[in-house]
């Protein structure tokens, strides 16, 4: 069974910084498209960003310049650096995997881990 | 591109046909899929392609369209179905969501 295990999340200043991880012990991020998607209290699910097998990044329009996907392939692990935060990017965090590494199986969303809590308050 | 599903919230009974619409801004071919969230889980795929039933998912859950218009039905509503529904296109970034159907029981 596919872990997606994320942590980092919690309570940060307006215009603060956060940095989220996404532990994933089995399988390999050098096959399968990773994304981190964002829910608000009480909201939709909104995409945030999205890492390619070739480190292709893709960031939405609301984070971008804000906001850094990377991932450590020797850890297996997925990263999100959150900067210049704001109130309205207080949501909680999936770590998705794609179903695969090319389109359009690295856009459909086949695993998700459990989220973490951002909170954005002074 | 926006996806706009409907209706937002529905009620129904055990048993009942249920469908969901998403209606997409312009033209995206079958790149759409389908999730289920239940309340404080992360969300689960259902359907991808338009069509393609994930593994694992009851057969009771079908997908259909192409192009702008999409419906997710749930042929016999059973009493772990009653969740919200999203659809997702895969065709362009930035990816995007509809807004979600909530549905409740009658």
């Known amino acids: 069974e596919v872990q997606l295990l994320e942590s980092g999340g919690g309570l940060v200043q307006p215009g603060g910084s956060l940095s989220l991880s996404c532990a994933v012990p089995?399988?390999?991020?050098?096959?399968?498209?990773m994304t981190w998607v964002r829910q608000a209290p009480g909201k939709g699910l909104e995409w945030v960003s999205t890492i390619g097998t070739a480190d292709n990044t893709y960031y939405a329009d609301s984070v971008r310049g804000r906001f850094t996907i990377s991932r450590d392939k020797s850890k297996s692990t997925l990263y999100l650096h959150l900067n210049s935060l704001r109130a309205d990017d207080t949501a909680v965090y999936y770590c998705v995997k794609g179903r695969g590494g090319r389109n359009p199986d690295s856009r459909i969303f086949d695993s998700w881990g459990q989220g973490t809590l951002a909170t954005v308050s002074s | 591109i926006q996806l706009t599903q409907s209706p937002s919230s529905l009620s129904a009974s055990v048993g009942d046909r249920v469908t969901i619409t998403c209606r997409a801004s312009?033209?995206?071919?079958?790149?759409l899929a389908w999730y289920q969230q239940k309340p404080g889980k992360a969300p689960k795929l259902l359907i991808y392609a338009a069509s393609t039933l994930q593994s694992g998912v009851p057969s009771r859950f079908s997908g259909s369209g192409s192009g702008t218009d999409f419906t997710l039905t749930i042929s016999s509503l059973q009493p772990e179905d009653f969740a919200t529904y999203y659809c997702q296109q895969l065709n362009n970034f930035p990816l995007t969501f509809g807004g979600g159907t909530k549905v409740e029981i009658k």
């Open positions: 312009q033209d995206i071919s079958t790149s």
């Open positions: 089995g399988f390999s991020l050098n096959n399968y498209a």
